[in-house]
C-alpha cells in the first residue's frame, strides 16, 4: 500500500525558507519519479517541482525556478523541496505524489502523470 506523507510546512514571513519533506512507503521508491504541487483554495492543483526516478534531472514552475530545489534521497525514501525566498504567492497546501509510470524516460510535470498524493502540508507566507 502506497504511503506519501508530508511534513515540513509552517507560517513564516515573506524572504523566509523552509523545507519540506515527503516520507514514502509501500512501493519501490528509487524507481520512480516524484513530484511537489500545490492547491489553494478555489483553485486547481498545480504543478510546482518534479524528480526523475534516477534524481539526475528536475522540472520547475516558472513561478518557483531559481527559488525551490526538488531532491530524492533514494535510500531514505524521502523526497525534499526545499524552498527559499518566500512570497505570499507562495501560501498554499503542498501536496507530494508518485509518478505512475516505473522508470519513466523523462520528468514528469502533469497532475495526471502522478498518482498516491500525500495529505499535504500547508505553508503559509504573510508579507
Known amino acids: 500500500q502506497v504511503q506519501l506523507v508530508e511534513s515540513g510546512g509552517g507560517s513564516v514571513q515573506a524572504g523566509a525558507s523552509l523545507k519540506l519533506a515527503c516520507s514514502a512507503s509501500?512501493?519501490?521508491?528509487?524507481?520512480?519519479?516524484m513530484g511537489w504541487f500545490r492547491q489553494t483554495a478555489g483553485k486547481e492543483r498545480e504543478f510546482v517541482a518534479a524528480?526523475?526516478?534516477?534524481?539526475?534531472?528536475?522540472k520547475y514552475a516558472n513561478s518557483v525556478e531559481g527559488r525551490f530545489t526538488i531532491s530524492k534521497d533514494s535510500a531514505g525514501n524521502t523526497v525534499y523541496l526545499q524552498m527559499n525566498d518566500l512570497k505570499p504567492e507562495d501560501t498554499a497546501l503542498y501536496y507530494c505524489?508518485?509518478?505512475?509510470?516505473?522508470?519513466?524516460?523523462?520528468?514528469?510535470?502533469?497532475?495526471?502523470?502522478?498518482?498516491?498524493w500525500g495529505q499535504g502540508t500547508r505553508v503559509t507566507v504573510t508579507a
Open positions: 509501500g512501493f519501490p521508491f528509487s524507481q520512480f519519479a
Open positions: 524528480v526523475k526516478w534516477s534524481g539526475d534531472s528536475t
Open positions: 505524489a508518485k509518478d505512475r509510470q516505473r522508470r519513466r524516460s523523462f520528468t514528469p510535470t502533469r497532475n495526471g502523470d502522478f498518482q498516491s
